[in-house]
């Protein structure tokens, strides 16, 4: 519960944000990256939350920040794997559902607050592919020097 007792409230905060930004940047999501680390992007989250953890009052309330941190960290991913790869309508639908789930809970805390994540909400999930798929269609292909080389001439020969 105290590793962090010594340290400024604000050095923990500033410290957390950043590694929860790194667990974001470094976060396997299917991409085939150079920067793709699923083990340093959990080791990120986690030491956010134990450093969050360290600064609440009781060893009860560390102890269930650092437990539900586990389990969104490192087992809800590995569910999400199992549920996209077997029943893909059962991952859309769970994964909508825990979006409204966490809709509620944050207009429990703040309104304000609730319609900015519904707005970034919308906006990544419908609004940017949106935009993407319509400038798609103002798209120019220029060729030039920089492009790859074309073999133009019938290589058959090679291969018998």
Sequence with gaps: ???????????????????LLGHLVFFDYGANAAVVSSTLSLN??????????????????????????????????????????QTP????????????AALAGLATIS??????????LLAVSCLCPYCLIRLQLLKDNIHGPWDEAEIKEDLSRFLM
């Design 1 to 19: 519960k105290t590793p962090t007792e010594p340290v400024s409230p604000d050095t923990i905060y500033a410290m957390a944000a950043l590694m």
């Design 44 to 85: 990120m989250a986690i030491f956010a939350s134990v450093c969050l953890a360290s600064r609440l009052p009781r060893a009860l309330h560390a102890f269930v920040t650092v437990t539900f941190a586990m389990q969104i960290f490192a087992l809800w991913p590995v569910l999400q794997k199992k549920l996209k790869a």
């Design 89 to 100: 309508r059962c991952y859309v639908g769970v994964t909508v559902l825990f979006a409204l």
């Design 111 to 120: 309104g304000v607050g609730a319609v900015l994540f519904a707005s970034l």
